[in-house]
């Protein structure tokens, strides 16, 4: 496969608050690469999204950095080049947050092309036009709407008309459709598949939803508790998951059909909650919920081991690199 | 708490001395001369000049407003040019009357306020409601001054109902002073006449610094009622069997007030600037009249006390009603103590 | 095709202005204010033609026809010294509406971009500096300020708008700074961010719209509120300066009247009620044009 | 919980009003006065005409002045200049004199008090120049002056002596050596005076009490069948006229001592019943022109003010209240004369003649007049003249700011407005007082001079006036001072008008007089007639 | 089976600016004593409007039932007085709602609410009246039977100290502990993540199960409501388009709207997701006529646009019935 356009090693992301340390990322380490759809899985709480927004430049790493196209890129938004900002962009979770309204979506979209000098003004309208007819929003209805008046859906195609608008190679997908009807994901969903094609991109697909992944992306980095639990490429990752978190996780989303039903692993079922990140428990931070839990669990924390070529798991059961038998 | 408390006091520290900083820098750019005023027409020159001396009118503006700190620090706020008696001694005259009057229209809003909030929250629409609100519109829109003329036109002038002028009648013996407050001193020395006179002058001015808060109140508390009718625990508890009346008076009311308990910090800040008309419509001597004095008169350090004393208590009240807020609220509470 | 847009886009905001204007319109109240204020404000302008004795507002005297009672020839009667209250009344409006807008055109617009800078730039030196100052300025209610200023410089209207002015704009910064600090974490304030945009941009363009519709509220409400304090100030004695008819000093001058002149205190004062009641009222439509409605 | 707690507080109140209407109000017999604000009680330290108020009733002056202008014996039973020329005074005190606490008054206290009020340099001391006294014997005083002035003894109508032994008893450390503070601090809420009132509570600028003195040195008079002593007096201040007028027809207030009532309000007065009007004596309404800064720095300008004023307005409508034509001195002083030129009436030709004369251009130029705020008589000039200046094109802005304002803005010549107006009785009664403090070099500046106008030949004219022995020749100087002054145009005076105060019809004085003495109110031997009282106020 | 409730051509309006949102048109809908129901809808398609009308606790004004009937046992609840409203609330009908957060009073611990609920439904059965610690020790009991761990301790907090799938235990109890005979519960889990998620229904499907009581389980989300039903009717603006066995319904959808839907649904098994369904659900202030779903269809027939369908028998099953002319034989 082609070459890895982002590196994310061993990045940490820590919040000092009143109720104490958030370790909302703690030493993750990832790669992404050209052309390909990454999906970043995790509940609440995982640090999937703080990962999107450090990335994005929201956030200055606590530790660790990430390498986009092999420049450092662990600052701050205000600290960033230009070009970087033009290059790596972000659709936002909530639709309904991430447009002005009290913008028009022709303003909203004509931002980046003004900051970005991407195209002169008697070109822009036009530029505006032919971005929303890419995310297949009819200009003339769309264009001096407000975007309190459009639905959800329509907010987010325009979200990513917007992200698309300098013509970036590299785009975060924060939980893009979580807010929406599944109807509705479908087609955006359908539209940012076929965007990649057509426009060459790579994606970061964070989302809490295993489904859509298996569906959608060609390698997946599970995480909990700011930590990762699994990473592998998705078919293999679908039929043969490692972690007992993951195998939960699997065994918990509600199916539509007996094939799917079929597909979950019967083993582990869901118990527990959630820990707060304030207070992550010692040792391996899923102990407390894990059915196989071994004694070491409580005291260490595992690290990450490859146990099958691009398949790697962060568990005491995989410590010594292989399948427990 | 206590560190939430104390995190305040520190707030409020400085911001009492940048109000001081403030009047006292205001007080010396602005053209005027307090020695004159205070010494009055008759005054030659030279008494003017020496004047000035004494209370260090001719020092440059740090070395004097260096002096008051260093007084200040030790419990002195100076001597009043208009009254040449300490301020404290001011302060301490005068402080009781008011916050009696504050007090008495404060409840007298608290009660009447409440009540029409909550039924108007809960009738909402209704002819009450219709009528509760236009009369709360017209006591925001009526100045204190403007309510206290009106008051007095038809009380004391049409009905003859009660008296205009002071605390008690002119030629009466005031109570012996214990607490200040001469209703409740009345009552402690056991002159129970005094403190119906009392009563009686104070209900004019009580309820006319009292209209504009009822109106206040009672607007708040409905529209939070009514709008906590519609919140989805209400919805529940309804579901779950909860009898209506429990549901308003218990599970409706206390969430309510906390909006109303929040504002009346500010309330208490208007009941405070409106004191200053209407202690000057009635003749009430208090603290707001004698604030209103001493502005007139330039009397620099009683204003600088008067500002500050008005800061400090505005401080206090909404610590207390932090503390209250926080009491009805737990959100706030936890949030609060960290936990 | 533009000339399509154009039209489009026009067609929306017409229809959002009809929107607006049925939920303001759904509180006759607030319909009776607005048609208030602006009779207020027009026979403010007007006043030299709406007046039956427009000079009665500047030097004049006439002992003989003073302290007449209100008649179809003086509507609110005289006053001390023969001047026709409903001609001073309708000259005060002026002075009070001057008042409001000067006030609010010099607190507004400095109290938002205060508050829009340390609210943005929380947890940095400047929203420290910008907010201990503002809370020097809260820290007593601004009557009491005011009052101690207009005392200190000399008492004219001029002196009275500094006065109110300079304790007025510390609401503005608060209200925008809490509304800012809410705002900046807003997605489409990161995304500016993000795509690089001036910090100029960011805060008038992306930050200050939304701020619009509180600070408009608040506006209209405080526009009644500045003319009660400066009411309350001329009631005082610090004010508008005779001849000038300003409608606390004429509530204060016919107070001396009362019971017998009574019209002499109670039509100004009544003046005074009728202009903040309707900037009141207008403001709650306006409250209740801006609310977000749920479905 | 909270509804209970309600109910509770509803019953105290309901419990506290029930038991408060078992008992009455006693009620005495105590004479409400409305005055100024009396701050400083103490006569070493008390100045202006407030802080005044109250000192006839707790101190005894060395020297009574009449309303008529002359002076009566009171402490001092005689005084004589020693060498005839005016610096050095003999005077012999009254015995049995009594203070407060039972001591006698006699030559030592005098001298003490005048030490004080030398040395504490505050008070009347500037206006009874600088006094070296002496005691020749217990009841006999020497007073030196380091200038000779025939109104000395005017003067110690404002010279209260105090208890030297009380006032000994309370100083407290401060600036004056042995004497510490010299008792200040104590005397202003205590007295130490010989009057017929003591004081017995004071706080400043708000209330003074004071209770009847049954050893004053003058007696008290028996009291006919319903009529009952003043045993209390209660100054009060208060400046609402509605609210004062309220005080008056309920029988609260019994003497209304401030005169600030306005026109329409006396007008009220002299119909209502129960109450009545008192003409004390005449004041004058004096408008100060500003002679150093433009454009009333020109001589010319300042007669165009004076011609295009309409004097028959205002006057005309205080006429029913005794006002007339107003001169440099009040009317009922030796040596009055109306000022030229005569009749006083509006003259818009001779005006337009003078302005054409004077160096500004009208329409170019502002004029500034001030009054004190709230008082309307003020306001009614300023109106009045606002029309006629209008009439020359002269553009008249008129202001009101506070009276503490109103009077420290007079302290400096750069700061007073073209035109402020005063009233002034005389404090003591003589032309000097008006002379001497308005026109004299020496006193330029401030209320009493706020024209800012200094020349040294009227300067050497008063005090020619003030060792001139003779009375008549000192009456001679007085009117040609007053010619001097007028040509000048330092002034206009709209109007004179008696002082009017206020009072009770049941509160009756020995002589029918008015009790206003000098800048207070003497309630010696005041009564109250209960049965009017109870006809009038139930 | 004996319908316990019975929801017939209940139409449902609300006021706004612009005129009457006509939200349900026309729902009919059964639930038999003991029944598993589900509801499936997308967003807005009148879901939790019924709901709030079965509870008689819709906001009116702005809304307005302009017609229909909802029978309980037989007795018409829209016609119901409120003293007979109240003694259903008391042990016969109750509901969970979407966000527990909203639906826990802010200000007063768990355990005092809890109290309440207890004390209220308790005293209605004409038993004699529970004593405090009675009361307690049954709270306690109930927040234990949904899982709660640590009860005791959660009685004294308060609910923005819970996590959301702690909120929601403790609802469900509040919602249980009246021993409900029909529970309705509005998209209980569709705040929580998937593994809460799981063991809140699993939890809920158990109690119910206990309990016997019928269940109407509410949720925009298919595989939801398979696991735990035994009966689904499907929703879209306002109207029922289908109902079946759930069994039948998964395998065999025969509404368009049904199959584009299920098709929307990522799949575990990676068949590829489709391209969802066109246009967007209708104005509710015009809605189109006939069948409301007809602008959005890929089977549009002329009469689609003219007529409302009624309810066709479908399948293989009587019980399985579309409101489509698809299905009309």
């Known amino acids: 496969m082609s070459e890895e356009i982002l590196t994310v090693e061993n990045l940490k992301k820590y919040f000092v608050t009143k109720q104490g340390t958030v370790r909302a990322v703690d030493k993750v380490s990832f790669s992404v690469k050209q052309g390909e759809t990454c999906g970043l899985v995790g509940e609440s709480g995982s640090g999937k999204t703080t990962i999107a927004h450090t990335l994005v430049g929201i956030y200055e790493p606590t530790e660790g950095r990430a390498l986009f196209k092999g420049q450092n890129i662990s600052k701050v938004f205000n600290q960033r080049p230009k070009a970087l900002k033009k290059e790596i962009r972000i659709v936002f979770q909530d639709p309904g947050s991430s447009l002005n309204p009290r913008r028009s979506i022709k303003q909203i979209l004509e931002l980046p092309l003004k900051v970005h000098r991407i195209c002169n003004d008697s070109d822009r309208v036009e530029r505006v036009m032919e971005l929303l007819r890419m995310v297949e929003l009819p200009p003339e209805d769309y264009m001096y709407k407000s975007p309190q008046v459009i639905g959800g859906g329509e907010k987010q195609m325009v979200a990513i008309a917007r992200a698309l608008a300098p013509n970036p190679s590299f785009l975060v997908l924060d939980e893009p459709t979580s807010a929406l009807d599944v109807s509705v994901q479908a087609k955006i969903i359908n539209l940012l598949m076929q965007l990649q094609q057509n426009l060459n991109l790579t994606y970061l697909f964070i989302t809490h939803d295993l489904s859509l992944m298996r569906n959608i992306t060609n390698r997946v980095v599970i995480m909990y508790l700011g930590k990762i639990s699994e990473v592998a490429p998705t078919v293999e990752f679908f039929q043969n998951p490692f972690h007992p978190y993951t195998k939960m996780l699997l065994s918990s989303i509600p199916t539509v059909s007996d094939e799917e039903e079929n597909f979950k692993p019967k083993e582990v079922i869901s118990r527990g909650e959630i820990a707060s990140p304030v207070n992550v428990p010692s040792g391996c931070s899923f102990h407390l919920r894990c059915p196989q839990k071994m004694e070491i669990c409580s005291r260490a924390d595992p690290t990450v081991v490859e146990v099958e070529a691009d398949h790697l798991v962060r568990c005491h059961l995989f410590s010594d690199g292989r399948k427990p038998t | 708490m206590a560190k939430y408390i104390i995190s305040r006091l520190l707030q409020s520290l400085f911001v009492l001395f940048g109000l001081s900083l403030l009047i006292f820098f205001i007080a010396r750019v602005m053209p005027g001369d307090p020695a004159r005023v205070a010494l009055g027409s008759l005054a030659t020159h030279e008494q003017v000049q020496n004047f000035r001396e004494e209370m260090h009118l001719d020092k440059p503006f740090p070395v004097q407003y260096y002096f008051w700190l260093r007084s200040l620090l030790r419990g002195d706020l100076g001597k009043s040019l208009y009254t040449r008696r300490p301020v404290t001694t001011d302060l301490k005259a005068y402080i009781p009357a008011t916050l009696e009057l504050i007090l008495i229209s404060f409840i007298m809003s608290l009660v009447i306020g409440q009540v029409t909030g909550v039924l108007a929250g809960y009738f909402r629409n209704s002819w009450f409601d219709g009528l509760s609100r236009l009369i709360s519109y017209i006591g925001v829109a009526t100045p204190a001054f403007a309510v206290a003329i009106f008051f007095l036109l038809f009380f004391t002038y049409t009905l003859n109902l009660a008296p205009a002028v002071g605390r008690l009648s002119l030629a009466a ?148 009603v932090d503390i209250v807020v926080s009491f009805l609220d737990p959100r706030i509470r936890l949030q609060r103590t960290g936990g | ?114 508050g829009l800078i340390a609210g943005y730039y929380r947890r940095r030196w400047i929203e420290i500096v910008i907010m201990r100052i503002t809370d020097i300025f809260l820290a007593v209610p601004p009557l009491v300020l005011a009052l101690a200023i207009t005392v200190m410089l000399s008492p004219n209207l001029f002196n009275q708008m500094m006065a109110i002015s300079l304790m007025w704009w510390p609401w503005y910064c608060r209200l925008v700074y809490s509304l800012t600090t809410s705002l900046r974490h807003e997605y489409f304030v990161r995304e500016a961010e993000l795509t690089g945009a001036s910090k100029a941009h960011i805060l008038l363009r992306e930050i200050l719209p939304n701020c619009v519709a509180p600070v408009l509220t608040k506006m209209t409400l405080d526009a009644g509120f500045v003319i009660t304090v400066g009411a309350s100030l001329s009631f005082i004695g610090l004010g508008v300066q005779p001849p000038r008819p300003g409608l606390g000093t004429m509530v204060a001058d016919g107070a001396k009247r009362l019971p017998a002149e009574w019209w002499m205190a109670v039509f100004p004062a009544l003046a005074i009620v009728i202009v903040i009641l309707s900037f009141n009222l207008v403001g709650d439509g306006l409250r209740d044009m801006f609310a977000v409605e749920e479905v | ?69 002359t002076l009566r014996p009171h402490i001092a039973l005689d005084w004589q200049p020693v060498d005839g020329k005016l610096d050095y005074w003999r005077f012999t005190l009254r015995s049995g004199v009594k203070f407060h606490d039972g001591g006698e008054l006699t030559a030592e206290d005098v001298v003490f008090s005048m030490d004080r009020l030398m040395a504490m340099g505050k008070g009347y001391s500037g206006t009874l120049g600088k006094v070296t006294a002496s005691a020749v014997s217990k009841y006999v005083v020497d007073l030196t002056l380091e200038k000779p002035n025939a109104v000395f003894p005017e003067t110690l109508t404002l010279f209260w002596p105090l208890n030297k032994d009380l006032v000994l008893e309370h100083i407290q450390p401060g600036d004056y050596g042995e004497f510490g503070d010299y008792g200040e601090a104590w005397l202003a809420e205590h007295d130490a005076g010989s009057g017929p009132y003591t004081m017995v509570s004071h706080s400043p ?223 003591y009664p003589s032309p000097d007082f008006y002379l001497y403090y308005m026109y004299h070099p020496d006193n330029v500046g401030g209320i009493y001079a706020a024209h800012w106008y200094a020349d040294e030949e009227i300067g050497e004219l008063i005090d020619r006036s003030r060792s001139t022995v003779d009375f008549e020749a000192r009456v001679d100087i007085y009117r040609s001072l007053q010619e001097k002054i007028a040509s000048q145009v330092l002034a206009f005076y709209p109007y004179e008008i008696p002082m009017l105060f206020t009072s009770q019809d049941y509160l009756i004085g020995p002589k029918e007089t008015f009790p206003t003495v000098g800048p207070s109110v003497n309630m010696h031997n005041w009564r109250i007639n209960l049965k009017l009282k109870q006809e009038l106020r139930g | 089976m004996t319908p316990l409730l019975e929801i017939k051509n209940l139409q449902v309006r609300f006021k706004i600016y612009e005129g009457e949102l006509k939200v349900l048109n026309g729902v009919d809908m059964v639930i038999g004593e003991g029944e598993k129901v589900g509801l499936v809808g997308e967003t807005g398609c009148g879901k939790t409007t019924t709901v709030k009308s079965v509870l008689r606790v819709l906001p009116t004004p702005p809304a307005r039932i302009s017609g229909g009937e909802i029978l309980y046992r037989g007795k018409d609840i829209l016609k119901m007085k409120p003293a007979q409203i109240r003694s259903l609330r008391k042990g016969e009908m109750s509901a969970i709602f979407q966000d527990p957060l909203a639906a826990l009073n802010p200000v007063f611990t768990v355990g005092h609410q809890l109290y309440d609920v207890i004390k209220y439904s308790s005293a209605s059965r004409g038993r004699k009246r529970l004593s405090k610690k009675e009361i307690r020790a049954r709270s306690i009991a109930v927040l234990k039977e949904t899982g709660m761990p640590d009860s005791e301790r959660i009685l004294s907090n308060y609910p923005i100290q819970l996590s959301g799938g702690m909120r929601q235990r403790v609802c469900i109890s509040e919602a249980l502990s009246a021993s409900a005979r029909l529970l309705m519960a509005d998209e209980p889990t569709t705040n929580l993540d998937v593994t809460i998620q799981a063991q809140i229904l699993r939890q809920l499907s158990e109690l119910v199960a206990k309990k016997k009581s019928s269940i109407l389980l509410i949720s925009h989300s298919l595989g939801v409501v398979r696991n735990l039903t035994e009966r689904v009717y499907i929703m879209y603006a306002g109207n029922m388009v289908e109902v079946a066995r759930t069994k039948d319904l998964f395998a065999d959808p025969l509404h368009p709207y049904t199959k584009a839907l299920l098709k929307s649904v990522p799949k575990l098994t990676g068949e590829g997701i489709s391209r969802g369904i066109r246009g967007r659900i209708p104005n509710y202030l015009n809605p189109p006529a006939g069948c409301r779903f007809h602008p959005r269809c890929d089977h549009m027939m002329p009469i689609c646009e003219k007529e409302r369908p009624a309810f066709f028998t479908g399948g293989d099953s009587d019980n399985h019935k579309v409101a489509c002319f698809l299905c009309r034989r």
Request: with cysteine.
């Open chain 3, 1 to 114: 095709m533009k000339k399509e847009l154009l039209v489009a886009a026009l067609s929306r905001s017409r229809a959002s202005f009809s929107k607006g204007w049925y939920k303001f319109s759904r509180n006759p109240l607030s319909v009776l204010g607005l048609i208030i204020l602006f009779s207020v404000i027009l026979t403010a302008i007007f006043a030299p033609y709406i007046s039956p004795y427009p000079e009665h507002a500047g030097a004049f005297t006439n002992f003989r026809e003073s302290g007449l009672p209100p008649s179809l020839t003086h509507f609110f009667g005289t006053d001390s010294v023969g001047r026709d209250i409903f001609s001073r009344v309708i000259f005060g409006y002026r002075f009070s509406l001057v008042l409001a807008v000067v006030v609010l055109s010099l607190a507004m617009p400095s109290g938002i971009i205060l």
């Open chain 4, 1 to 69: 919980m909270v509804k209970k707690r309600r109910y509770l507080g509803l019953i105290l109140v309901v419990l506290i009003i029930g038991l408060c209407s078992l008992v009455g109000v006693a009620v005495e017999n105590v004479a409400v006065i409305n005055g100024m604000p009396v701050i400083l009680p103490d006569p070493g330290v008390a100045m202006d005409w407030y802080d005044t108020q109250v000192a006839y009733n707790l101190y005894s002056p060395l020297i009574y002045p009449t309303p008529e202008g």
């Open chain 2, 173 to 320: 013996v005031p109570p012996p002073r214990i607490t200040g407050f001469f209703i409740l001193d009345s009552v402690i020395a056991g002159k129970f006449g005094t403190a119906l006179e009392g009563l009686k002058h104070i209900f004019l001015p009580a309820a006319s610094l009292a209209v504009a808060n009822i109106a206040q109140e009672g607007r708040i508390t409905r529209t939070s009622i009514a709008e906590n009718l519609q919140k989805d625990y209400v919805i529940a508890h309804t579901v779950y069997g909860i009898p209506r009346w429990s549901i308003l008076f218990k599970y409706l009311l206390r969430p309510s007030l906390i909006p109303t308990v929040s504002v009346m910090g500010l309330a208490f800040a208007y009941q405070l600037s409106n004191a200053f008309l209407v202690e000057l419509v009635f003749m009430w001597p208090g603290f707001s009249r004698y604030a209103v004095t001493v502005m007139l008169n330039k009397d620099l350090n009683a204003i600088v006390a008067v500002v500050l004393v008005i800061g400090v208590a505005f401080f206090l009240v909404n610590v207390i």
């Open chain 4, 205 to 427: 600028g708000d209330r003074l009490e004071a209770v009847r003195f049954e050893d004053y040195f003058l007696g008290w008079e028996s009291w006919g069948p319903d009529e009952v002593p003043v045993e209390r007096l209660i100054f009060i201040m208060e400046y609402q006229t509605a609210t004062l007028m309220l005080l008056l027809r309920s029988g609260q207030l019994d003497l209304e001592a401030n005169g600030g009532f306005s026109r329409g309000t006396f007008k009220e007065i002299v119909k209502a019943e129960g109450i009545h009007l008192n003409k004390v004596w005449p004041e004058d309404w004096t408008v100060w022109i500003n002679t150093t800064v433009p454009p009333t720095d020109d001589v010319h300008f300042r007669k165009a003010i004076q011609y295009a004023y309409d004097y028959q307005s205002v006057q005309a409508e205080y006429a029913p209240f005794g006002a007339r034509e107003a001169g440099i001195i009040a009317s009922s002083l030796p040596g009055y004369i109306a000022i030229p030129p005569q009749p006083r009436r509006q003259n818009l030709e001779k005006a337009r003649e003078e302005l054409a004369l004077s160096k500004y251009d009208p329409e170019e130029v502002t004029v500034v007049y001030h009054y004190c705020a709230g008082l309307e008589a003020e306001e009614e000039v300023g109106l009045q003249l606002q029309a006629d200046l209008a009439k020359l094109g002269i553009k008249l802005e008129i202001a009101g700011p506070p009276w503490p304002q109103y009077s420290a803005e007079c302290g400096a010549p750069d700061t007073t407005p073209n035109l402020t107006i005063f009233l002034f009785p005389a404090t």
